[in-house]
Nanobody, 116 residues
Framework: QVQLVQSGGGLVQSGGSLRLSCTASGSVSTIYAMAWYRQRPGKQRELVAALTRTGRTNYAGAVKGRFTISRDNAKNTVYLQMNSLKPEDTAVYYC??????????WGQGTQVTVSS
């Protein structure tokens, strides 16, 4: 099993920056990809960014060039650096650990609110 604890988030003005963190514990060696998702009000949860164990990244078009996913292996932590934030980035952000055989674990979610 894997446990994920998120931190960061909060309220920021449009154009500002925030960094989210997601620290994994448990069977971390079985994780082959980490990702950030978000759920905006009235919308379905959507992929924001992903990072595989080999270092390959993938970004949603809406955040490409503004958000960066990275990791610190020594701390078992994945980050989402969010720059040039827009009001439409307002959402609850979740981290996800992807394991083999379709297993996955989610963080508790953290609110990001961008004011105009």
């Amino acid at each position: 099993q894997v446990q994920l604890v998120q931190s960061g988030g909060g309220l920021v003005q449009s154009g500002g920056s925030l960094r989210l963190s997601c620290t994994a514990s448990g069977s971390v060696s079985t994780i082959y990809a980490m990702a950030w998702y978000r759920q905006r009000p009235g919308k379905q949860r959507e992929l924001v960014a992903a990072l595989t164990r080999t270092g390959r990244t993938n970004y949603a078009g809406a955040v490409k060039g503004r958000f960066t996913i990275s990791r610190d292996n020594a701390k078992n932590t994945v980050y989402l650096q969010m720059n040039s934030l827009k009001p439409e980035d307002t959402a609850v952000y979740y981290c996800k650990a992807q394991l083999p055989y379709g297993n996955s674990y989610w963080g508790q979610g953290t609110q990001v609110t961008v004011s105009s």
